[in-house]
């Protein structure tokens, strides 16, 4: 009996789980959608609660009412919540009406064959993940009345040429447009007042990086192309076409991260400090001259930037952060001064050889060789000048 009571209990369990809304009615363009009922106001949500898509065959052009009944009483619907259409790639179009305040995390995620959605101005939030893969999305406009995007609200949406930030916004969140391949330019307001990490990072096709002037946090100074934060001088995100002006004293976090249309870059003798994740996975970088006034090169900085061939480590240098030219798988050799008191690990990994006669410990730092000299002729690495000893090969 107890057994029973346990296997009646499980599946009442199931059946609740799976039903994942109170009530479903048809749209105005003819489609079955799912609604909770919150408060006195009406959700949008999902209609299959363990599967993607949400929805089973969702397809074409979506218009949501503004307000739905049931049970004889009409809700007006001011939400779009977390999942709703998740994964429905069929869809192409979405008009959402002027009641809705609030589009919940991945909302939209996966939506691959969205082309267009128009975000209504009565809208405060838009969430973590809410149009991220939607890559069929050519534009998209923030209105006035959105504080904040959320993290990786447009991640991936890899057909994105155009987004409008209006003046309301003051936040952007970490990964927010990342790997938005065709985007090609950006327009941070005046209003903006926070950029997360990695907001702009693998957006390979910017070519222009704009701060409106009247920003009271970041600049875009003697117009060069990328993001400053005005009271630090830290160059916070970059492009394939940023030119580093001379009064930026530090490359910050993920500055130019998985710019691979970046095939130099001239850092300024004003820079003292390269950030933890700067330039990696530049994979189109070729070479890097560091400047005599920069101590400091953190974690990853150079990490994965693997079509480098030619880099200059100046006597200025004191540390050299972990993994920071790991992956370099161009750098044939790499000579370090002997005024670097500290290398972390795996700094160099699957580089050929380094040249290095400091006292840092921990040798070989991923490295093949380390040598106190190293000698050339042609793909071949010595470490005596009669080239007898060989320690390795470039190709």
């Not at 096709?205 to 934060?229: F, H, P, Q, W």
């Not at 920071?324 to 670097?340: D, E, H, N, R, Y």
């Amino acid at each position: 009996m107890k057994k029973i009571l346990l296997i009646l209990f499980a599946l009442a369990v199931n059946i609740t789980a799976a039903k994942a809304y109170d009530f479903s009615s048809v749209s105005p363009s003819r489609h079955t959608l799912y609604y909770n009922i919150v408060g006195e106001e009406a959700q949008v949500t999902y209609q299959n609660y363990s599967s993607s898509p949400r929805y089973s065959n969702l397809t074409g052009s979506l218009t949501i009412p503004s307000t739905v009944t049931y049970n004889g009483t009409t809700y007006s619907v001011t939400s779009i919540g977390v999942d709703a259409f998740s994964g429905c790639s069929g869809l192409t179009s979405v008009t959402i009406p002027n009641t809705v305040t609030s589009i919940g995390n991945y909302a939209f995620s996966g939506c691959s064959g969205l082309t267009s959605v128009t975000i209504p101005n009565m809208v405060t939030s838009i969430g973590n993940h809410a149009f991220s893969g939607c890559s069929g999305l050519t534009s998209i406009t923030i209105p006035n009345s959105v504080p904040s995007i959320g993290d990786y609200a447009f991640s991936g949406c890899s057909g994105l040429t155009s987004v409008t930030i209006l003046n309301s916004v003051t936040s952007i969140g970490e990964y927010a447009f990342c790997d938005c391949t065709g985007l090609d330019s950006i327009i941070i307001p005046n209003s903006i007042t926070d950029i997360g990490n990695y907001a702009f990072s693998g957006c390979t096709g910017l070519t222009t990086m704009v701060v409106e002037s009247g920003n009271t946090v970041y600049d875009s100074r003697n117009n060069c192309n990328a993001i400053i934060k005005s009271a630090t001088n830290t160059l916070v995100s970059g492009c394939k076409n940023t030119t580093i002006p001379n009064t930026v004293t530090t490359i910050g976090f993920a500055a130019f991260y998985h710019c691979t249309g970046l095939t130099s870059i001239s850092i300024p003798s004003s820079v003292t400090s390269v950030g933890l994740h700067a330039f990696a996975l530049c994979t189109g970088l070729t070479s890097v001259i560091i400047p005599n006034s920069v101590t400091l090169i953190r974690g990853y900085a150079f990490a994965g930037c693997s079509g480098l061939t030619s880099v200059t480590i100046p006597n200025s240098v004191t540390t050299i952060g972990d993994c920071a030219f790991s992956g370099c798988s161009g750098l044939c050799v790499i000579s370090v001064p002997s005024t670097v008191s500290a290398i972390y690990n795996k700094a160099f990994n699957g580089i050929k050889a380094v040249a290095y006669t400091g006292n840092a410990t921990g040798a070989p730092w991923g490295a093949y060789n380390v040598t106190d000299d190293v000698y050339l002729d042609e793909d071949f690495i010595y470490d005596d000048a009669s080239k007898t000893h060989l320690v390795g090969c470039c190709s």
